[in-house]
C-alpha cells in the first residue's frame, strides 16, 4: 500500500498524476484519470504501455497469469523471499554514520581497537575522566592529562553534562582492581585522542536520570528530554521489535495483508465519542474513527481475506486518567474462520512476539464464560494470578437468624457469597474493616459482614454471633480457610453482590501488598480468553431500550439467534476477550455477514439510522464471507509487558490525562480567519451568556 510521499513518487515514475487512486484502497474522490482511459492500461490488451515502466507490466503480467501445477506462484516465491529476509540478522548500528561503535557495544574483545563515539556526557568526576551514553549503554572515557591534548582536554571538561560530542580514541583495559561488574563495559574505557563538541547543553529543568524523581507533568513537558531515559530508551525499543515480530508472523508466515485505511471517516452509531473535523462544506464533518471497524469488514467483503494494521484510533472520552485520545491497536480481521481460529491466531502471535527476556508464553490460554468470570472474580477483566475467589454459600444460611441474609434469600436472584483474605486478621486493622464496609454500603448499598475464626475478632459485627458453631465449621471448609484467614460476607442479588466482592478482592489484595504480602507476581502473565457476553444491555439513561454491549456489528451466539426475536436481552454474543492481569488487552467478535439480520438489529432491536451505515448493508448484500476479527490494544500490551505504571511510559509523544499536550501547548485556540472557510465561529462564554439574555 502506498500512500502520502509514496504516492508521489510512484506517480512520478509512472509519469501519470492521479493514477494512484486505484492502488489507494479507499480513495477520497476519483478525478479525470478515469475518463483519459487510463484504468484500462492495467490490462494487457490494452496494446500500449505508454503509463507504465517494464517493472510495472511484468508485475502485472505476474499476478494476472494462471497458476499452473508445474509454474512457481508467483507468492510462494514472495512469502519464501520475505521469510528468507527476516532471518535474525545482528543489527548495524554504526552503518551510514561517523561512529564506528556505539558506547555500549565495546567489550574486552574489543581492545587495541581505534573506535569513534558519538553520545552525551552523563556525568564527569574530577576532570579525569566521564562517561558517554548514548542509546545502547554507557563507556568511561580516560579525559588525557598532558600539554600535547589540552585543546581535547578543554573541550571534554568544559562541555556542560548532556552536551554532545564525538571522541576517537584507543579501546584499552582498565587498571586492575578498578573494573565495574555492573556495567557491560565495565573492563574497558576510552584513551581519547581527539574530541569534538557538537552542541553544547543548556541548564536542565531535571537530571536525565531514572532514579532522579520527577513530576509527570515535567516529563511531559519536557518529553525529548524524558526520552533520553534508560527506562524510555528500553520501553519504546522493545515495543518496536514487538510491533516487527507480529508483522513477520502475520506477513510472512500466515499470508495476512496490510492495509491502511482512512483516517477522516463519517460518523458511527453508538460507541464512544469521536473526534469532529470539520470539512470546507457548511454543516458537514468528518469524524476520527474510533477503530477501523467497518473498514476491515469491508475489505473482508472485497475478498481481501486476511487483513491487519497497526492502528491508530480515536476516542473523544474526557479526561480519564490511563487512557489517550489517540492510541494504537494491532488490528485484524480475517474470512472463513471462527472464534477458535482468532484465538489460535492471537495465542500464536503472542507467543511469537513475545521478548526474550520475558518467560515463555504457555499457550493455549485458559478460556472461562462471562457468567463464570463473573461468579468466580466479579468482573469480566479478572486477575487470575491470585485467589480469593468468590464462593456461593447459599445453602449454609437458609435457616439463618440474621436479617440482611433472610432478606437477601427471599429475593428472586438473591444470594450469599464470600471472599477469604489470606492472613487477614494479621495483617487487616479495624480501620481497614471500618473501610470496607463503608465502601460496600456507599457505592453498592449493600452490607458487608467480616468473619474472623477467632470469635474475639469479630470487631462492629456484632451479627457475626448469630453464626452458629456448625456454620463456622462448614465456613471454614467450603472457602478452605485457615486460622489467621478473614471472610468477607455479603448477600444481595447475585450480579450486585458479585461486582461488590470483586471490588473487594481488589482493594484487600492493594492493602495486603502495602503490608508486604505478595499475591501478585509482577514477573507473571496470566492470560485468559472470555468468551459468551451479553449481545446486549440495557442503557442506563432508560432500561427498556437496548444498546450493544460491544458494538453492533457483533454476530450473535448460534444457539441463541431465536433469542433476537422474543427475547433479545438473553441473547448471548460471539464476541471475546482478551485479559491480561486483570487488564483487558484485546476485544473481537465474529461479524454479522447477512445485511438482513445486521438491519434488524441496528433498526428493530437498537432503533439506529440505518442510513449512516447504508454502505456496509449494501456491501453486505454483495456476497460477504464470513468474517471475524479482533483488536488488539498495543498501548497496554507494552505497559503491561515492561512494567510500566501508565501507558504514557510506553508513548513517544502521550497526552496529559486530560488530553492535553503540554510540550506543544496542544490543543491550541485558531485565528477567527483560519476558521471561516470551515463555517465555523467561536461562541465563548461571553457569547453564551448574552445568547441566555434574549
Known amino acids: 500500500m502506498l500512500c502520502g510521499g509514496g504516492l508521489k513518487i510512484f506517480e512520478k515514475r509512472v509519469g501519470t498524476p492521479g493514477i494512484l487512486r486505484d492502488f489507494c484502497v479507499f480513495p477520497k474522490l476519483t478525478f479525470n484519470y478515469r475518463q483519459r482511459g487510463i484504468r484500462d492500461c492495467f490490462s494487457p490488451s490494452c496494446g500500449s504501455n505508454m503509463y507504465f515502466p517494464s517493472w510495472l507490466s511484468q508485475l502485472y503480467r505476474g499476478l494476472s497469469r494462471p497458476i499452473r501445477r508445474t509454474t512457481q506462484p508467483i507468492w510462494g516465491s514472495l512469502h519464501r523471499n520475505l521469510v528468507q529476509s527476516s532471518q535474525r540478522r545482528i543489527p548495524e548500528f ?50 588525557p592529562q598532558d600539554e600535547s591534548a589540552a585543546s581535547v582536554k578543554k573541550i571534554l571538561c568544559e562541555a556542560p553534562v548532556e552536551s554532545v560530542v564525538q571522541v576517537s580514541g584507543t579501546v584499552i583495559s582498565r587498571p586492575a582492581g578498578q573494573e565495574n561488574p555492573k556495567m557491560p563495559t565495565g573492563e574497558i574505557e576510552i584513551k581519547v585522542k581527539t ?92 469524524s476520527l474513527p474510533q477503530s477501523p471497524q467497518q473498514f476491515k469488514q469491508l475489505l473482508m467483503v472485497g475478498g481481501l481475506d486476511r487483513y491487519f494494521q497497526v492502528a491508530r484510533c480515536y476516542r473523544d472520552e474526557g479526561s480519564r486518567p490511563d487512557r489517550q485520545p489517540e492510541f494504537t491497536q494491532i488490528d485484524i480481521e480475517m474470512s472463513f474462520v471462527d472464534q477458535t481460529g482468532i484465538q489460535s491466531l492471537i495465542e500464536g502471535l503472542l507467543q511469537y512476539a513475545w521478548p526474550n527476556d520475558k518467560d515463555p508464553v504457555v499457550i493455549p490460554f485458559p478460556t472461562m464464560t462471562f457468567a463464570e468470570v463473573l461468579a468466580t472474580y466479579g468482573t469480566d ?12 454459600i447459599s445453602d449454609m444460611f437458609r435457616n439463618t437468624e440474621i436479617g440482611f441474609l433472610q432478606d437477601a434469600l427471599s429475593k428472586p436472584h438473591g444470594t450469599v457469597k464470600a471472599i477469604c483474605i489470606p492472613e487477614g486478621a494479621k495483617y487487616l486493622k479495624r480501620k ?52 489467621e484467614d478473614v471472610v468477607l460476607l455479603t448477600a444481595g442479588e447475585h450480579n450486585k453482590a458479585c461486582s461488590l466482592l470483586g471490588k473487594l478482592r481488589l482493594e484487600c489484595a492493594d492493602l495486603l501488598e502495602t503490608r508486604g504480602v505478595v499475591l501478585r507476581d509482577p514477573t507473571l502473565f496470566s492470560f485468559l480468553w472470555v468468551v459468551d457476553f451479553p449481545l446486549f444491555l440495557p442503557k442506563e439513561e432508560n432500561p427498556r431500550e437496548l444498546e450493544s454491549a460491544h458494538h453492533p456489528f457483533t454476530a450473535p451466539h448460534p444457539s441463541d439467534i431465536h433469542l433476537l426475536y422474543t427475547e433479545p436481552k438473553k441473547a448471548r454474543s460471539q464476541h471475546y476477550d482478551l485479559v491480561l492481569n486483570g487488564n ?111
Open 94 to 143: 554504526s552503518s551510514f554514520v561517523v561512529r564506528t561503535n556505539t558506547c555500549g557495544e565495546l567489550r574486552s574483545s574489543h581492545l587495541g581497537q581505534e573506535v569513534t563515539l558519538c553520545g552525551w556526557i552523563q556525568y564527569r568526576r574530577q576532570n579525569t575522566f566521564l562517561v558517554l551514553r548514548d542509546f545502547d549503554g554507557l563507556v568511561q572515557v580516560i579525559i
Open 381 to 392: 477483566k479478572p486477575d487470575t494470578r491470585f485467589g480469593m475467589k468468590i464462593i456461593d
Open 195 to 286: 574530541a569534538e563538541l557538537l552542541n553544547a547543553c543548556k541548564k536542565l529543568p531535571f537530571e536525565i536520570k531514572d532514579f532522579v524523581k520527577k513530576t509527570e507533568a515535567l516529563r511531559l513537558q519536557y518529553r525529548y528530554l524524558d526520552l533520553r531515559s534508560f527506562q524510555m530508551q528500553y520501553n519504546l525499543r522493545l515495543r518496536s521489535q514487538m510491533v516487527m515480530k507480529m508483522r513477520e508472523y502475520l506477513c510472512n508466515l500466515h499470508g495476512f495483508v496490510d492495509i491502511e485505511t482512512p483516517t477522516l471517516f463519517k460518523r458511527t452509531p453508538g460507541g464512544a465519542k469521536e473526534f469532529l473535523v470539520p470539512s470546507r462544506e457548511p454543516g458537514k464533518f468528518y
Open 432 to 483: 481497614d474493616i471500618e473501610s470496607i464496609r463503608k465502601f460496600a454500603a456507599d457505592h453498592f448499598n449493600q452490607e458487608i459482614l467480616p468473619v474472623f475464626l477467632n470469635a474475639n475478632r469479630n470487631w462492629n459485627s456484632p451479627v457475626a454471633n448469630f453464626i452458629m458453631e456448625s456454620q463456622r465449621l462448614e465456613l471454614i471448609r467450603l472457602m478452605e480457610t485457615q486460622e
Open 584 to 694: 483487558e488487552i484485546g476485544g473481537g467478535s465474529i461479524r454479522i455477514h447477512n445485511a438482513e439480520l445486521q438491519h434488524y438489529i441496528l433498526a428493530t432491536l437498537l432503533k439506529e439510522d440505518v442510513k449512516m451505515l447504508s454502505h456496509l448493508l449494501q456491501a453486505l448484500d454483495y456476497g460477504a464471507p464470513p468474517h471475524g476479527g479482533i483488536a488488539l490494544g498495543l498501548d497496554r500490551l507494552i505497559c503491561l509487558v515492561t512494567g510500566s505504571p501508565s501507558i504514557r511510559d510506553v508513548i513517544a509523544f502521550p497526552k496529559s490525562f486530560r488530553g492535553h499536550d503540554l510540550m506543544s501547548n496542544t490543543p491550541d485556540s485558531v485565528p477567527p480567519e483560519e476558521l471561516k472557510p470551515y463555517h465555523i465561529r467561536v461562541s465563548g462564554p461571553t457569547d453564551s451568556k448574552a445568547e441566555r439574555a434574549h
